[in-house]
Structures are given as structure tokens and as C-alpha cells.
């Protein structure tokens, strides 16, 4: 048990010119955090300059998509102890200097999960392309009418967990876009979910890697996954939960 | 004009493909990356099944005069190929990853055997 340690994931798929930054500012925030790499495949040196500026970095053999280096993460925390995970993408949109906010409710004890939200709250200058902030709402408004709890933001990768959270997410993690379905997946576990409001930077490296096309098909698939995840009755694959 | 009874054994049969590919996602043996292009296949064909006029004008357009119902066999082995395209591909996927796989762990073994006989010899 590392109690008092903190995690925090940052999966990273060819980041090399933004990772050295991220890795710093996290733990320059706070020294009590440590930081895992998820390389999920990268071509560039990556890997390399995470584990030069103290990282721990776990680099998976190919490229899982950013589901699976996620859990990659969450497996890790859970095998290493730690009680409290955060996640934040390897490019720098998201801003260290709000982790505190994120840990906050769940050092309290009021949640399980801590969303960092761009929507909550007050308007805060996040500007999002129209298709894109089209399928935040759409999610945000199905998601909400499915678990009956208003959330807003449901596409965000910026996360805070404690030991449950990191426990469940750790068996079960869904693949491609899967923050809309973990959203679910918290809720239907009874684990408490809460939004905090959070400012989000421009991307400092690279293009979004979500295409016209692909984000069609990501609609369709999610959309699919959480229609059919209300009929099921365990969450959990049932030889998974019984394992765990 | 495509016999009523045509219509509805393959509307049923659609319908069916639908629902059993839907409770396969639900029972989480059929990923929806991989069901997306089935369920598809199953509301084309329920279209073409179901909606007669249409199944006749589209047979009228091919030239097929005799017996619209070969359109749906037609679309049908359309869609059967797809998919059987598409999982030639996730095959050629799954192929490569497993050999990356098995380097990785071969390697890691050897690694691993050379660090404990390093550790061996120095006792």
C-alpha cells in the first residue's frame, strides 16, 4: 500500500516534443505524485525522455488505442498500491495545476471518480469545434437520461480515482473513445460520480487524432454500446468480477 | 412482384440476425467494433425484405425483370463478403500482433535468465 502516494497515468502515443513538459509540471505540482507513461506504441522517442525526466514508463509492445494504455495504467496502480490515480493525456491539454481540484472531493470521501469537466459551471473560454462540441452534447444529454444523473461533460480523459475506481477500471476498461462508456460503467457500479469544473489548454504538439470519419463511426459504436449496456445485468464480465 | 411470403420469411429472418447479434453484444461475446457491420447487413436486409415497391424498382433499375427476389440474395452475398473482408483484415491484424507478442516474451525470457544466472554466478 502506498499510502499518501498518488498516481498519475498519462498515456502518450508519439508525444515525444510534449512529454518531457507534461511529466515535469505534474510532478512539480506536487512531490508526492508519481507518474507512469503509457507508450502506447510510439514511433518517436517518447519513452526515452518520460523516463529521462522520472517517469515510470511501461511501454506496450504495439499500439492498443488509447483504451487499452489507459488501463494499462489503472492495472499498474492497482498492482503498485496506490490508493488515488489520476489521468491526464500525454500532450498538455490538461493543466496539473488542477489535480488538486480533482483530489479534493475524493481525500473528503464524496466520491469515487472526479471528472474534470469543461462544461461545468461557468463558461470558461474552452473553445471546441462545432461537430466536435456536438457530440459532447449528445453524449452528455444520452448519458444523463441513462444513468439519471446530470453529468456534462463525458468525453473528458482528465480523471481523478480512488482505490474503487482504480479497482474497476482496472478489469474492466472499454476500448476505443471509452471515456463515455466508463462514465456509465462508474454508475452502474454505484460508484459515486462528481464533475469539477476545469479549464483546458489548446494542444501544445500534433493534431487531435480524431478524423471526420472516425469520429462517425466512433458516434455509431458508442452510441450502440451504451444502448445495449442497459440491458446488462452484470457490468462486470461475471468471470471477471468473480475473480477480482 | 416479390411473392408476400418471400417478404415476410425474410423480414422475420432479418429481424432475427438483428436480435441475435444484439444479445451477443449484450452477453459481451461479440465486440460492437465488430458487430456494427453485421447489424448493417441485418437493416439492409430488412429494408430491401420489408419495403416491396422499393426491392421492385431497384430489380426494375439492374434489369432483373423475371424475379425481384434475386436482389435479395444478390445483397445478401454483398454483405456476406464485406464482412468477411473486413475479418480477412482483423485476421492479418491479430496475426502480426501475436508474432510482436511472442518476440516480446521470448525476448524478456532471455533477458530474465541471463539477469538470475548473472545473480546465480555472483553468489
Known amino acids: ?244 | 412482384m416479390t411473392p408476400l411470403r418471400i417478404s415476410i420469411a425474410a423480414s422475420i429472418a432479418s429481424v432475427l440476425l438483428i436480435l441475435v447479434v444484439l444479445e451477443l453484444i449484450r452477453a459481451r461475446r461479440l465486440k460492437e467494433r465488430y458487430a456494427i457491420l453485421w447489424l448493417v447487413t441485418g437493416v439492409a436486409l430488412l429494408v430491401l425484405s420489408a419495403w416491396r415497391g422499393g426491392l421492385n424498382t431497384i430489380a426494375g433499375w439492374l434489369g432483373v425483370s423475371g424475379y425481384p427476389p434475386a436482389i435479395l440474395f444478390a445483397a445478401a452475398t454483398l454483405f456476406i463478403i464485406l464482412v468477411l473482408l473486413h475479418y480477412s483484415t482483423v485476421l492479418s491484424k491479430l496475426t502480426d500482433e501475436s508474432v510482436i507478442l511472442a518476440q516480446k516474451v521470448a525476448l524478456l525470457e532471455q533477458r530474465l535468465e541471463e539477469g538470475l544466472d548473472a545473480r546465480r554466478g555472483a553468489e
Do not use: C, W
Open chain 1, 1 to 244: 500500500m502506498r499510502t499518501g502516494r498518488v498516481l498519475a497515468i498519462v498515456p502518450a502515443h508519439n508525444e515525444a516534443g510534449a512529454i518531457g513538459a507534461v511529466v515535469d509540471e505534474i510532478r512539480s505540482v506536487d512531490p508526492a505524485f508519481d507518474v507512469v507513461v503509457v507508450d502506447d506504441g510510439s514511433v518517436d522517442e517518447t519513452a526515452t525522455i518520460a523516463a529521462r525526466h522520472g517517469a515510470a514508463v511501461v511501454r506496450l509492445p504495439y499500439n492498443l488505442g488509447i483504451g487499452g494504455a489507459v488501463q494499462t495504467g489503472f492495472k499498474y496502480a492497482l498492482e503498485q498500491g496506490y490508493e488515488l490515480a489520476v489521468r491526464l493525456d500525454g500532450d498538455g491539454q490538461h493543466d496539473p495545476g488542477e489535480l488538486e481540484k480533482l483530489l479534493e472531493p475524493l481525500r473528503r470521501g464524496d466520491a469515487d471518480v472526479v471528472t474534470g469537466s469543461r462544461f461545468a459551471g461557468h463558461q470558461n473560454g474552452y473553445r471546441v469545434p462545432f461537430a466536435r462540441r456536438l457530440g459532447i452534447v449528445f453524449f452528455a444529454r444520452l448519458v444523463s437520461l441513462l444513468v439519471r444523473q446530470r453529468v456534462t461533460d463525458t468525453t473528458s480523459g482528465f480523471q481523478a480515482l480512488n482505490g474503487k475506481g482504480i479497482a474497476l477500471f482496472a478489469v474492466d476498461y472499454p476500448s476505443d473513445y471509452p471515456e463515455v462508456e466508463a462514465t456509465v460503467l462508474v454508475l452502474k457500479h454505484r460508484l459515486r460520480l462528481k464533475e469539477v469544473p476545469v479549464r483546458m489548454r489548446d494542444r501544445e504538439h500534433g493534431a487531435s487524432s480524431i478524423t471526420f470519419f472516425r469520429s462517425v463511426y466512433y458516434m455509431l459504436k458508442v452510441t450502440l454500446a451504451l444502448l445495449v449496456a442497459i440491458f446488462r445485468k452484470y457490468a462486470v464480465p461475471r468471470e471477471e468480477a468473480g475473480r477480482g
